[in-house]
């Protein structure tokens, strides 16, 4: 084994564990609670809901992660197929605070909803929380009222929107039923109302009864706010399903699961994957042995796996166009790391090929930013990074982002970091982003702080300064780390690096049925 595998495969042991974090939920106690009462869990429910054998993308599952909230955030999201459509799927958690939305719940639907807009995904709500989280109300409430907006906001796109209610579903909650196309709720189980029983007492002083104030029955037959009554949770995901079926949406069907005689796997097994990366960044690696591993192999209409774009100029960046599961793609990959006025200009031209071929893009990150230095600076470093983040940021074609090693300052925004909207962005355990590496910013910390002292006409402490620098050098490399950034719903997940075609692939299909935007324009060029 090499140590590049031993090291990566730690990493992934630690990425399973945390996903099993996310799957407990809120914890052995309150899952039996849950199916006790006869009910199923967030996972279980998209289970059901989903074509039978089909893929679920999950995304965000790291979200909250090192917050003071469960993994997960509450609340499960991601892409799976139902009636031969693709949806965008969001499931409270019961089990996890009665699936209140905290602040990175929140930041996690955001999202969600964000992925659904962009490929034109109708977007299936399967509703069971109790609201918000009270004790961190502050940082909800304000935000929180775009859920409403997006909600309706999809409507209007004709993107539909399917509520199916559960269980609780109080205040905010109560208007995802309301704000969306379609409704179920289950008998007995949903209850949907503004406000509860103790609140309406304290407002009203009325004596409420739960389920004529917001029973599905109730709502079924007296208010109107459910179009269809379930007899159960199978009942009413049946029911969901029949809603997809009759939405029109032929035209967006999911491909079936390509075929390999449509197009070839990679020419070296995805397996191996965990041997090209070094999980120490310092090491450098030839990033076309990750694109052989997750692009599809020759075969026909596609006689070379990757044909690269200027091979021998600016060469710490790797371009060129490749397949995946027969999508065209063009691809950007950071070989050495740094980014030199070469690398920028090739990447600025790489970049408008693409959009003038419609050509969707994948970025493979492993840089440490734009060359420093007299001689870069007078060379113009500067605009020529600003051209290359200028077409990033104006290219209109689809983007996907892998942040395979390093992603450190504003390589991490000309290689379409989370700020740039990438369609999708994932994150292998390897990854580390920040505005620059730990030691670089303890050393800029030192020499102006040394620099400080000298003007003062102080006395240095040498003692404090090799102190403050290893607390800062360890408090940025823990800032870092994929799975904080994850938590902090910077990626839409961390992934097992052998898993990266398929994750791709599934993007690249969901990419492929929304319709093209416009071509756009870029900004100034500035020569
Ligand atoms: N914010 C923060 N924590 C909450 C919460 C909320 N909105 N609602 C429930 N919790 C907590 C509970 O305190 C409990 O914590 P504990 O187990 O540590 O004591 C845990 O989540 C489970 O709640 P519990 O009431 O035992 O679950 P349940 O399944 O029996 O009931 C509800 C679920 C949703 C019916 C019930 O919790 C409830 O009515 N919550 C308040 C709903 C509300 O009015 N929200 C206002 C939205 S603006």
Sequence with gaps: MTGARAAMQERVAELDAAHAQAVAGGGEKYVARHHARGRLLPRERIELLLDEGSAFLELSPLAGWGSD????????T?????????????AHDPTVRGGASNPWTLRKIFRANQIAAENDLPLISLVESAGADLPTQKEIFIPGGRLFRDLTRASARRQPTIAVVFGSSTAGGAYVPGLSDHTVMVKGAAQVFLAGPPLVKMATGEDADEEALGGAEM????SGLADHLAEDEHDAIRIARRIVARLGREHCAAPEPATSTEYAEPEVD????????????REPFDPREVVRR?????GPGNEVAFDEFKALYGTSLVTGWARLHGHP??????????????????????????????TPLLFLHNTTGFMVGERYEQGGIIKHGSAMINAVANSTVPHLSVLVGASYGAGNYGMNGRAFDPRF?????SAKSAVMGPAQLAGVLSIVARAGAEARG???????????RAMVEQQIEEQSLPFVLSGMVYDDGVIDPRDTRTVLGICLSVIALAPDPDAGSFGVFRM
């Design 270 to 281: 995805p397996e191996t994957l965990l041997d090209v990366v070094p999980v120490d960044l």
């Design 69 to 76: 909230f469960a993994v997960g955030a509450s609340v499960v």
């Design 425 to 429: 962005l994932f994150s292998w355990p």
């Design 329 to 358: 793609i063009g691809i950007l990959a950071n070989a050495q790391g740094v980014l030199f006025s070469e690398e920028a200009q090739k990447a600025t031209q790489f970049i408008q090929l693409a959009n003038s071929s419609r």
């Design 219 to 222: 709502h079924a037959r007296v």
């Design 458 to 468: 102080q006395d240095y402490d040498e003692a404090a300064d090799a102190a403050m």
């Design 294 to 298: 997750v692009v599809d192999g020759p």
């Design 78 to 90: 991601g892409i799976g197929v139902v009636e031969g459509v693709q949806c965008l799927i969001t």
